[in-house]
């Protein structure tokens, strides 16, 4: 089994997608990370639905939980607001680090540790630098317990 | 919105259940991560899905992507098999780290905060050490969204 075995299409977010948007997809759609396409289509990175919520958490209440809990009730719930007005290339991080992305002839042990080591639920499949679909975690447990 | 206001009921295992099948529950109900909870029925750990696969790649395969490469596709198939015969208390990892655990009165920034912390889409909701059930990151962008 190899990750052309598993892969399925997967839609994707624009750099210049209105950032809120990609939350509200990630959301409706029960997805569990996106993937951020650049102008020539090819994956520019991808999120772990986990890290689209640091998009819009502030960066005082990231490492600190003592500080998350001060900010009152009506001012959290409204937390995703950080997002409005701006994109998806506004509010991605700086930091480079090593992106869920393989090639369709990766093996599910590849898959597999690469989800583990990115804490990414989801893999981008890429085929001579264009998207061809992503793995997912369920995908990968489903295929290899069906085995 | 607070963590009680999100929260559902969440099946769990315990440390003396099989390994593989925690594994199966995690894919056959879809689940973002598995509650595995002590003898006494508190969380002793809280396992994102992909965290889970890491219970089952060799060591060597965790932080070198060229040697899960070199696996043949018959051996990388049968990677869940490591699984096989072994308690969940026998193969989590040893490393304490912090656990996606908080209570009914935590805000929705600071559940969003600890979820982007500890990479983990599943949040424990415990009160006076009792487990009271989890908030997930869908459920947790539900209820923001539809604010």
Redesign the interface.
């Known amino acids: 089994?190899?990750a052309r075995d598993l892969l399925a299409d997967f839609p994707t977010v624009r750099l210049d997608s209105p950032a809120i948007d990609a939350?509200?997809l990630?959301?409706e759609q029960?997805l569990?990370g996106l993937i951020v396409v650049g102008d020539d289509g090819a994956p520019f990175t991808i999120l772990?639905?986990?890290?689209v919520?640091?998009l819009?958490?502030p960066g005082y209440?990231?490492?600190d939980?003592a500080l998350?809990?001060v900010?009152?009730?009506a001012?959290?719930?409204a937390?995703?607001r950080a997002l409005d007005g701006r994109t998806v290339r506004e509010v991605l991080p700086r930091q480079p680090r090593e992106l869920p992305v393989t090639d369709p002839e990766?093996?599910?042990?590849?898959v597999?540790?690469?989800?583990?080591?990115?804490?990414?639920?989801l893999v981008a499949v890429v085929d001579d630098r264009r998207l061809v679909g992503a793995v997912t975690?369920?995908a990968?447990?489903?295929g290899?317990?069906a085995?």
Chains 1, 2 share one sequence.
């Not at 772990?48 to 890290?51: K, L, S, Y």
């Open positions: 089994m190899r939350a509200r990630l959301a029960d569990p772990p639905g986990t890290q919520l640091r819009a958490v209440c990231q490492d939980p998350a809990r900010v009152d009730e001012h959290a719930d937390f995703l990766a093996t599910v042990l590849e597999a540790a690469l989800m583990a080591r990115t804490h990414s639920p975690l369920q990968l447990l489903d290899v317990l085995g």
